[in-house]
């Protein structure tokens, strides 16, 4: 007995068990999928290359060393704003004879950066190719200008030749491509043109200044650049309350009237003789009949009615011989226990006459009931 009782313990646990992790097993409907989305950043680019300052030479010999470091902060996916550093050399060149002299700049940027990859189709961090164009502006500063400073000194004619440094706006736009590498690493391809003064090559030439970079490097975020969302679910709906049905308590049924059994009726006509009030012997065995039935049946009442017949005397002595024959068994039942409160008396005189003969008129009509 004792094992099968262990068995049976086991067995209840393995099934409370089966039934705590269903319940945590269920899925719960999912209205809408986490998904990835943007965070703020910092990110940080250094990149080096060649520039190419627009003038009178060959396109190969004014290209010059270049480089460049920006800091920003991508506040959208499509938005963003970088500060930096950028320059190394540039080239100038003449034309008779011909000649090219080298000096050395450095240029401070603020640009605007626009994500065309998220302009123009949707937020995707694991896109491989990621184009940008930007528009900024600066301030040039351009130093170490000894070759061109030589050459006026052998009678060139330079225009706007500057010493020690010449310092000059900048406006500058470009178009890149991040390429990525890793979630926070990509490789970095950017052209930018930039305008400035014409005194910035120390010639003269009625026109602008023009400096073409052409870089690559890399660019590396700081933070986490995106972020997953938890999934958003349905609420439960909560399982309907138990309906209780409320148990109405019948009524006990009501006790069932107790019957009397009784005959419908006691009736007994009593007999008189012609101006009589006395009930004669053979009338006795009816008064017994009625007091026999009226003492079975305790609720019973009894209503008694004399008559006379109207063939005798005159309706004042039918009236009163009436009354009297009423009274007559009326006093009979009384004598043998008949209370009298259950004792109706009424007398019609010759006023009524029930019955068809003149002999039987002469009567008091009992009806016990």
Not at 26 to 37: A, Y
Not at 57 to 81: E, K, M, R, V
């Amino acid at each position: 007995m004792r094992l099968k009782r262990n068995l049976m313990a086991v067995v209840l646990g393995l099934s409370t068990v089966a039934a705590f992790a269903q319940t945590g097993n269920e899925t719960r409907q999912i209205k809408e999928e986490g998904k990835t989305v943007f965070n703020p950043h910092w990110f940080m680019q250094v990149q080096a290359g060649a520039g190419y300052t627009l003038g009178e030479a060959d396109f190969g010999d004014l290209i010059s060393p270049a480089a460049a470091i920006n800091f920003g902060y991508q506040f959208t996916p499509i938005w963003g704003l970088r500060a930096g550093l950028s320059g190394w050399q540039a080239k100038g060149g003449w034309v008779n004879p011909q000649t090219t002299y080298k000096y050395n700049y450095l240029q401070g940027n603020v640009d605007v950066t626009l994500d065309l990859g998220n302009l123009f189709c949707k937020y995707n961090p694991k896109r491989v190719l990621n184009p940008y164009l930007f528009v900024g502006v600066g301030l040039n500063g351009a130093f170490n200008n000894d070759d061109a400073v030589a050459l006026a000194a052998q009678g060139y004619e330079m225009g706007y030749l500057w010493d020690k440094n010449k310092i000059s706006p900048v406006g500058r736009a470009g178009l890149g491509v991040g390429i990525r590498l890793a979630e926070k690493v990509f490789f970095n391809i950017e052209a930018n043109a930039n305008v400035m003064s014409d005194k910035f090559n120390s010639k003269k030439a009625g026109n602008p200044d023009w400096q073409f970079n052409l870089l690559g490097g890399f660019t590396f975020k700081f933070g986490k650049p995106s972020k997953t969302t938890e999934p958003v679910y349905y609420e439960p709906t909560p399982a309907p309350a138990p309906v209780v049905e409320e148990k109405k308590e019948e009524p006990a049924p009501a006790p069932a009237p107790v019957k009397e059994e009784v005959k419908a009726q006691e009736i007994q006509n009593i007999f008189f003789t012609i101006n009589s009030a006395k009930i004669r012997d053979t009338e006795t065995s009816k008064i017994d009949a009625l007091v026999s039935y009226l003492k079975e049946h305790e609720n019973a009442k009894i209503s008694l009615c004399g008559y006379a017949d109207k063939q005798t005397g005159t309706a004042a002595i039918n009236q009163r011989i009436s009354k009297q024959r009423a009274n007559a068994v009326a006093d009979a039942l009384k004598a043998k226990g008949i209370a009298a409160d259950r004792i109706t008396v009424d007398y019609k005189g010759d006023t009524a006459q029930p019955f068809s003969t003149m002999e039987e008129n002469r009567v008091t009509i009992c009806i016990a009931e």
